[in-house]
């Protein structure tokens, strides 16, 4: 019988229908959502150049074929908060994992968020979900977290060779997996790639096909150390850090951290240029993985039906305003960061200059995914919603700036618990004592302030307070111990206990400010001598700085005549001077030691840690030949909230710290794109504005999902302001060196 033309489509239906019997081609025809990945690296940079240099193949292919986000920045530039932020979309200040340490992966963010991260809810939308990588800081060994399907995560910190793996089997246990040695099979970035192409295979294989799989990619580099493979480690050898306007400048009009340091030395120029041709050797890899992944998708035909997004945790700076290495600042080079997105429906080859977060990830994929519920309770927005309004737009041929899209965010860095700082002014006279009130939520209040007369307070009260705490001092101490742990030290007491400490040549400071405090009872009581392997264990049960602090100085396991105790100090990032005076050390002690045991007491007065970095720092090739480096770096009581703004008129980032110190710099590029001017003087003459700011900032601090984060120009007083306001035009920046 001759078919004839009209008749084949209901034909075409009711073999469709037949077929739709059979489950699988029912459940089929209802899955056809995407599949999404996420590649999330760990300290990359944008300012730095190290994109362009090393990851040529990423930044073309995504140039190409899909959308590069010039914008784009993260929330807190500190690992665990960032990642924690990607997770949930939330704010730092609503997820309340505020630091790399205990607060990472806490009971708050398990109670409360870990049961509707990002994971959690793709696996209710129907996705297979898996974790492949470095997953966040503080991770428990024996705890599974809800929502993936697949659990793949280093155990510990972004280490390269000799690492350990969680690995979740089909029973639903966790085994612990090992990889020792250099070679490259067992390099992670490798591992990980064997493990995300398994990955497709298995989502083309029948089983896979049932489902759309979501999977987030958490590679160790450029993270410090940096190691690379053999191959790569040749690579960049003449490669130094870029000059820019604000490489090795001081800071005099910064906050207190800033204004310490001194623009760095000839062979601390050398150690970061040295860093730096490290990092991007670590690139290479990272650079072959997205050319496999792409090429798996292609072969397996999943590249037309895969989403693809590619960032980092955060920024870094090396040798920006005269600072060794690391992050924590909210300056451009800490929180920009690289962002490309490529799939259906992604414009191709586009340059999106709307500013974009790492809170906006989850919602993104809730959107693409097609869950429900939505991203109501979450603090970020859908950057497919940005994507769809500028697609049209365009084609409408009306003007970009009418985009409801946001103008400006929060940036903010906790450290909680006891903190020290400078106030405006800076010097001995002006340290102070923060005393959170135990009744407020962590982040959010100044709290009270006592002033003190020495800076050697500063450097007793940080590793006695938890000792202090437990102990019941007699009347004539003139010690009140409060119920949250606080120490009360009369200023007049504070004199006497460095006096008499002077007097009496005791050693160490922690012993001998018990003793003066609260007899000999109290400090045999509070402080038994500890071996230092007892000290290690109790380290890794807890993050806790002052445990750690206490232990290894009772035990004397940080002094400069032991090699083996000193790498065991740097291995946990603390500098092994810091408890025993550079006077008692062993005769045949060198200049260069001497030099930075003196170097490390000087940071710890003013609350700093020496970032100490020797020869033994980094264990493959290259090596470092070049004299050791003792950098003061980084601190307890740095917090601080910031907005950072971009639109056609403004261009700025303003800033409160917890001491109340205040930056405000005005980023246009023909002011001061580098941040090198703080123009606080401009919002002094104009009280006006700096109430704004301090408005819009106070808003921002307490946001709660999209619909308050996302706009913040409610009161009518200030939106008048707002209309008023234009920055000054005549205003120039200079610096010298």
């Known amino acids: 019988m001759k078919l004839k033309r009209n008749d084949v489509g209901p034909l075409l239906v009711t073999i469709w229908l037949s077929l739709c019997i059979v489950p699988y081609w029912c459940e089929a025809s209802e899955q056809r959502k995407p599949n999404i990945l996420l590649v999330v690296v760990d300290d990359l940079d944008v300012g730095l150049l190290s994109v362009e240099r090393a990851l040529n193949f990423t930044r073309k292919y995504f140039g190409k074929h899909g959308t590069t986000f010039e914008n784009a920045f993260v929330t807190t530039p500190v690992c665990c908060p960032s990642r924690s932020s990607m997770l949930s979309g939330l704010y730092a200040h609503n997820h309340q994992a505020l630091t790399n340490n205990a607060e990472c992966n806490g009971e708050y963010w398990r109670k409360h968020i870990e049961n509707r991260t990002i994971g959690v809810r793709m696996q209710k939308a129907g996705y297979y979900t898996a974790y492949l990588g470095k997953y966040l800081n503080n991770i428990d060994p024996t705890a599974l977290p809800p929502g993936w399907d697949r659990w793949f995560v280093q155990l510990g910190n972004s280490r390269y060779f000799n690492f350990a793996m969680l690995n979740k089997t089909k029973e639903g246990r966790i085994e612990r997996v090992e990889y020792s040695g250099e070679r490259k099979s067992d390099y992670f970035t490798n591992v990980i790639q064997r493990d995300t192409l398994k990955l497709l295979e298995w989502a083309n294989s029948t089983e896979g096909r049932k489902k759309p799989f979501f999977a987030v990619i958490g590679l160790p580099a450029p993270h410090g150390r940096a190691d690379a493979i053999p191959d790569h480690q040749r690579k960049f050898s003449n490669v130094?850090?870029?000059?820019?306007?604000?490489?090795?400048?001081?800071?005099?009009?910064?906050?207190?951290?800033?204004?310490?340091r001194q623009t760095l030395s000839h062979s601390e120029l050398k150690m970061v240029d040295f860093t730096y041709r490290r990092r991007l050797q670590t690139l290479l890899s990272v650079d072959e993985f997205i050319s496999k992944l792409f090429k798996r998708l292609h072969?397996?035909?999943?590249?037309?039906?895969?989403?693809?997004?590619?960032?980092?945790?955060?920024?870094?700076?090396?040798?920006?305003?005269?600072?060794?290495?690391?992050?924590?600042?909210?300056?451009e080079d800490d929180i920009r960061v690289p962002f490309f997105a490529m799939g259906p429906g992604i414009p191709r080859g586009e340059k999106v200059k709307e500013i974009v977060l790492n809170i906006d990830l989850a919602p993104t994929f809730l959107d693409i995914a097609r869950a429900q519920p939505r991203y109501n309770d979450m603090d970020g927005m859908s950057i497919m919603t940005l994507l769809k309004k500028l697609k049209l737009l365009k084609k409408r041929k009306v003007d970009r700036s009418s985009i409801p899209w946001r103008k400006s965010f929060l940036l903010t860095k906790f450290k909680t618990g006891q903190q020290f700082y400078s106030t405006d002014g800076f010097g001995p006279a002006d340290w102070k004592i923060r005393t959170p009130r135990s009744d407020a939520s962590v982040g959010q209040t100044l709290g009270e302030m006592?002033?003190?007369?020495?800076?050697?307070?500063?450097?007793v009260s940080g590793r006695v307070i938890r000792l202090l705490?437990?102990?019941q001092f007699p009347k004539r101490s003139n010690v009140t111990v409060m119920a949250n742990t606080t120490l009360r030290v009369r200023a007049l007491n504070v004199v006497k206990l460095v006096r008499w400490m002077q007097n009496s040549k005791c050693r160490p400071i922690l012993v001998c400010t018990l003793r003066y405090l609260g007899g000999q009872d109290a400090a045999r009581a509070a402080v038994k001598p500890i071996a230092l392997p007892e000290a290690r264990h109790r380290y890794r049960r807890s993050l806790q700085d002052n445990e750690f602090h206490s232990l290894l100085a009772e035990a004397e396991a940080c002094n400069c005549t032991s090699a083996a105790l000193r790498s065991a100090c740097d291995t946990h990032g603390y500098q092994c001077n810091r408890f025993a005076p550079c006077e008692d050390k062993a005769a045949s002690q060198t200049d260069l030691e001497r030099q930075r045991c003196r170097r490390a007491r000087d940071c710890s007065k003013i609350g700093l840690g020496c970032q100490l970095i020797t020869?033994?720092?980094?264990?493959?090739?290259?090596?470092?030949?070049?004299?050791?480096?003792?950098?003061?770096?980084?601190?307890?009581?740095?917090?601080?909230?910031?907005e950072r703004r971009i639109d056609d008129d403004h261009n700025y980032l303003y800033c409160k710290f917890v001491t109340g110190f205040e930056e405000y710099f005005d980023m246009r590029p023909n002011v001061d794109p580098w941040e090198l001017c703080n123009q606080k003087s401009y919002l002094q003459r104009n009280p006006k504005i700096h109430k704004h700011l301090l408005h819009r900032l106070s808003y921002l601090r307490t946001c709660q999902g999209h619909r308050q984060c996302f706009t913040n120009d409610r009161n009518l007083t200030m939106l008048a302001v707002e209309r008023a306001w234009k920055p000054e035009a005549n205003f120039s920046c200079s610096v010298g060196l």
């Open 469 to 471: 705490g437990s102990h």
């Open 299 to 331: 072969r397996k035909h999943q590249l037309n039906n895969t989403y693809v997004f590619f960032t980092s945790d955060h920024g870094f700076h090396l040798g920006q305003f005269a600072q060794l290495k690391g992050k924590n600042q909210p300056y």
């Open 240 to 260: 130094k850090v870029p000059r820019n306007p604000n490489f090795n400048v001081r800071s005099d009009d910064k906050h207190w951290i800033m204004r310490f």
């Open 615 to 642: 020869t033994r720092h980094w264990k493959t090739k290259p090596f470092y030949h070049g004299p050791d480096v003792c950098h003061c770096a980084n601190t307890r009581n740095s917090s601080y909230w910031c």
């Open 450 to 459: 006592r002033r003190y007369s020495t800076v050697e307070m500063l450097d």
